[in-house]
């Protein structure tokens, strides 16, 4: 079954289990698999790896203030808005998006 999802061989000696491996390939087949910039940036950075050097990580989009994040998870809508210094959720205001009171709730989400 393995080989069938990865239209390849199953390799013997990978250190990851066989499950783990069938487990990603059938979620990346139902929810779809990485953005092509972020298997681009991946592939950058364990390049680098390889040769020792450090990989610079620019990032691409920043959000300031009133910018509204928006996701939808497991059928419900949920919004972040960032605001000078910090970031609203749910009626409270979080001195950043990672403070751990937002990434508590919100990290499986955004």
């Keep these: ?13 990978e250190p990851r289990p066989a499950q783990e491996r069938v487990a990603y ?9 990485l953005k092509p910039a972020t298997r681009r940036l991946l592939e950058r950075v364990a390049e680098g790896a390889r040769v020792r050097k450090p990989a ?10 009133d910018t509204i994040l928006i996701r939808e ?5 949920h919004e972040v808005m960032v ?7 749910r009626g409270k205001r979080y001195r ?9 709730y919100i990290g499986q989400v955004f």
Excluded: C, D, H, Y
Aim: zero cysteines.
């Design 25 to 33: 390939r059938i979620q990346e087949n139902v929810l779809g698999g």
């Design 96 to 104: 950043s998006l990672s403070t751990g009171a937002v990434m508590a």
């Design 83 to 89: 605001v000078e210094n910090g970031a609203m959720f």
């Design 73 to 77: 998870w497991g059928g419900t809508r």
């Design 56 to 65: 610079k990580v620019v990032a691409l989009r920043k959000v300031g203030p």
């Design 1 to 13: 079954m393995e080989a069938s999802l990865r239209n390849r061989s199953t390799p013997t000696s």
